[in-house]
C-alpha cells in the first residue's frame, strides 16, 4: 500500500482528483445557478451530477496513463521521470485546483449575496424563509394509493404552518402541480416562495420508504435531501423530523418548546391513520366525495376514538355538508360541533379543531365564540390559508371590511392559484365600495378559473356598482349561461338599473330570480334588484321574507349581499337595520362604507 500511495503521488493522480473534484463542483454550481435563467429543467442538473460521478473512474485512469508535461501531454511510460518534471506539473494542477475553487466561491457568494435578493417581477422581494411542499409521489405503483402519499404531504405540510414567520404555501396551490413537469423556478415565481419541498412515498405492505429534498427554486440548489425506511407506525416521527429539518435548514424558530413534536403521534393505529389520509383526500374534492370522507373519518375515530385530528377531521365534513345540500343543517352543525370539541378535549393545541369550531359557531351566527376560536387557530397555525379565509368570512359578514381585507389578503398570498381565497377578497372590497379593486381581483379568478360561477357574478355585480353597465350586462349574460340560467333575464334587470324608463319592465321579472352570484338564495335575490330598481319597500318585505325562511346556514351566507352596495338605498332604514340585528351583526357595523 504505501508503494501504490507513492506511485499515485509520482504520477501525479492524486493531485488529478482533487483537479476532477474542483472541476465537478464547478460545473454543478455553474449549472445550478445558470440553467434556471434559460428555463432549462431541474433534470439537466441532475444529468450533469450523474455525468460528473461516472466520469469519475475513468479520468483517474487517464490520469494514470498521461501526465501533463512542459511539452504536452504524453504518456507516462514515454516520459523521464525528475524531480523537477514533478514538480512544474503538480505546480499546474496546483494554480488550475486554486483557480476553479475561488471561481465556484465567487459563484457561491454572488448566489447568497445578490441572487437570492431578487425580486418575483413584481418588484416584491420572496423571502428565504418560504416553502412550497410539492404533492409527494406515488412510488408504489398503484394509483388508487395516491392519497396515502398526498395525506402525508398534507400532514407535512400542515406541521411546517405552525411555524410562525415562515411561510408555507396553501395546499390547492401546491397540488395544484401534481403530476406536471414544471421547472421549479416557475413554481417558485407563481406560488412567491424561494423553497420547494419534494419527496416520494413507497409502500410495501407495512413498510415505508419516504425520501425528501429541500430545493432553492431560484437556483436548483439542493439545500437538503434524506431517505427514510421506517414501519407504518413511525410515519409521525418521519414527518417530524422532515418538518424540523425544514425548519432547521431556513433558519427559523420554532417557537414555544422546541422540544414539542411539530408532528405528534396522533395514533397507534396504522389502519385508523390510513382512512384518515384517504378522508384527507376525499373532503378536498368537495361535493359527493365529502359523504364518503365522513364515513372514512367516522370508521377512523371507530378503530381509535382517541385520534383527536380524525374527530377534527370529521367536525370539518359534517360543517360542509348542508353547503352542498347533503345534510340537514341543524343536525349536521349538532355533529359538527360534538366532534370539534371532542378533538379539542383530546388535544387543546390542535388549530384544525378550533378552525372546526369556529366555523360551526360561525354558521350559527355566534360571531363572538367563532371570532375568538379563529383567533386561537391562527395562534397555533398563522401559517394556515383556509382559517385566514373562513376568518374573513367571519369578518366580512360583521362589516369590518378592512380587517376582512387584510385575512384574505394573507389568504391569497399563501394560497395564489386557489379561487376561493381571491374570490372572498374581491367581495370584501365591492362590499368596501372599492370596485376597481374588487373588478381587478375577480379578473385574476376568472384568468385562473373560468368556470368560477361566483367570481364572474360578482365581477358583474362590481361592473354594475361601478356604473359600467355594458360589461356587467356581458359578464352577467356569459355567467347566466353557464348556470344554465335565462340570460335575457338578468340584462333586462341591469337596464333597469342603468335607465329608470326601463325599471318597471324589469321589476315584473324580479320574482324570476332566486339566484345569486350562483347561489340559490330565493327571497334575497328578489330584495338585492328591488333595492337597485327603486322599489324599496318591497325590496325591505322580501328581505324579511327571506330572513323568516332562511336556514341557520342561509343567513350567514346571505349576509355578504347585504353589504353590497346594492342595499345602499335601504340601508338606514330601521327595518333592515332590524334583520341585521336578528343576524347578530352588532350595531356599529351597520353602517355603509360609503354613508
Not at 504524453?74 to 476553479?100: C, F, L, N
Not at 427559523?252 to 396504522?270: C, E, F, N, S
Not at 376514538?305 to 345540500?325: I, K, R
Request: charged residues 20%; glycine residues 8%; contains cysteine.
Amino acid at each position: 500500500m504505501p508503494s501504490l500511495f507513492a506511485e499515485l503521488k509520482r504520477r501525479n493522480v492524486l493531485r488529478a482528483a482533487a483537479f476532477y473534484a474542483a472541476a465537478g463542483w464547478l460545473l454543478v454550481q455553474v449549472a445550478t445557478q445558470v440553467f434556471p435563467f434559460f428555463d432549462m429543467p431541474n433534470w439537466t442538473v441532475r444529468w450533469i451530477v450523474i455525468a460528473v460521478l461516472i466520469g469519475f473512474p475513468f479520468a483517474m485512469v487517464f490520469a494514470w496513463f498521461y501526465e501533463f508535461t512542459p511539452q504536452g501531454l504524453k504518456r507516462e511510460s514515454e516520459i523521464e521521470h525528475s524531480p523537477s518534471i514533478e514538480r512544474i506539473t503538480g505546480k499546474k494542477v496546483d494554480r488550475w485546483i486554486i483557480a476553479m475553487l475561488a471561481f465556484a466561491v465567487v459563484l457561491l457568494l454572488t448566489n447568497n449575496y445578490i441572487l437570492r435578493t431578487r425580486g418575483t417581477g413584481a418588484g416584491e422581494a420572496v423571502s428565504t424563509k418560504s416553502i412550497a411542499v410539492l404533492p409527494f409521489v406515488n412510488m408504489s405503483g398503484d394509483a388508487q394509493t395516491d392519497y396515502f402519499s398526498d395525506g402525508i404531504t398534507d400532514e407535512i405540510l400542515n406541521a411546517l404552518a405552525q411555524i410562525p414567520g415562515l411561510k408555507v404555501a396553501g395546499r390547492t396551490s401546491a397540488f395544484a402541480f401534481k403530476g406536471k413537469a414544471q421547472d421549479l423556478r416557475k413554481i417558485g415565481e407563481t406560488l412567491g416562495v424561494a423553497n420547494v419541498l419534494e419527496g416520494s412515498v413507497q409502500r410495501s405492505g407495512d413498510d415505508v420508504r419516504i425520501t425528501a429534498q429541500l430545493i432553492d427554486t431560484r437556483d436548483g440548489y439542493h439545500r437538503w435531501s434524506q431517505k427514510y425506511d421506517r414501519k407504518l407506525t413511525s410515519i409521525f416521527e418521519v414527518e417530524d423530523e422532515i418538518s424540523k429539518a425544514i425548519a432547521k435548514e431556513l433558519q427559523v424558530a420554532l417557537g414555544g418548546d422546541v422540544q414539542a413534536p411539530l408532528v405528534k403521534q396522533a395514533t397507534g393505529d396504522p389502519k385508523a391513520h390510513e382512512l384518515y389520509l384517504k378522508a384527507l383526500t376525499q373532503m378536498s374534492g368537495r361535493g359527493a366525495g365529502l359523504v364518503t370522507a365522513t364515513q372514512s373519518f367516522e370508521e377512523a375515530v371507530a378503530l381509535d376514538p382517541g385520534y383527536a385530528a380524525g374527530w377534527a377531521g370529521l367536525s370539518q365534513t359534517y360543517e360542509l355538508l348542508p353547503w352542498y345540500d347533503l345534510a340537514p343543517w341543524l343536525s349536521s352543525l349538532a355533529k359538527a360541533e360534538a366532534a370539534a370539541r371532542r378533538a379539542l378535549a383530546l388535544d387543546p393545541g390542535l388549530a384544525e379543531a378550533h378552525t372546526a369550531l369556529a366555523n360551526v359557531q360561525r354558521d350559527r351566527l355566534d360571531f363572538v365564540l367563532a371570532e375568538k376560536e379563529y383567533r386561537q387557530a391562527l395562534t397555533l397555525g398563522p401559517g394556515s390559508a383556509e382559517t385566514r379565509n373562513q376568518f374573513a368570512q367571519l369578518l366580512g359578514a360583521l362589516g369590518r371590511f378592512e380587517e376582512a381585507i387584510e385575512q384574505a389578503r394573507v389568504a391569497v398570498e399563501l394560497d395564489p392559484i386557489a379561487p376561493a381565497p381571491r374570490y372572498i377578497l374581491g367581495v370584501s372590497l365591492s362590499c368596501a365600495h372599492r370596485q376597481a379593486d374588487a373588478i381587478a381581483e375577480f379578473d385574476k379568478v376568472m384568468a385562473k378559473a373560468p368556470d368560477f360561477l361566483f367570481g364572474r357574478y360578482h365581477l358583474a355585480f362590481a361592473y354594475l356598482f361601478d356604473g359600467n353597465y355594458a360589461e356587467a350586462e356581458g359578464q352577467a349574460r356569459g355567467a347566466a349561461t353557464a348556470g344554465g340560467e335565462d340570460p335575457d333575464v338578468i340584462a333586462t334587470l341591469i337596464k333597469g338599473v342603468a335607465d329608470p324608463k326601463a325599471a318597471p319592465a324589469a321589476l315584473k321579472l324580479t320574482r324570476d330570480v332566486h339566484r345569486l352570484a350562483g347561489a340559490e338564495v330565493g327571497e334575497l335575490a328578489v330584495a338585492f334588484w328591488e333595492s337597485l330598481l327603486g322599489a324599496h319597500e318591497q325590496a325591505l318585505e322580501s328581505l324579511q321574507r327571506w330572513f323568516d325562511g332562511a336556514s341557520v346556514g342561509q343567513r350567514f351566507n346571505g349576509i355578504r349581499y347585504l353589504w353590497l352596495p346594492a342595499f345602499d338605498p335601504v340601508r338606514a332604514d330601521p327595518r333592515f337595520k332590524d334583520v341585521l340585528r336578528a343576524l347578530n351583526v352588532p350595531e356599529q357595523s351597520a353602517k355603509s362604507p360609503a354613508s
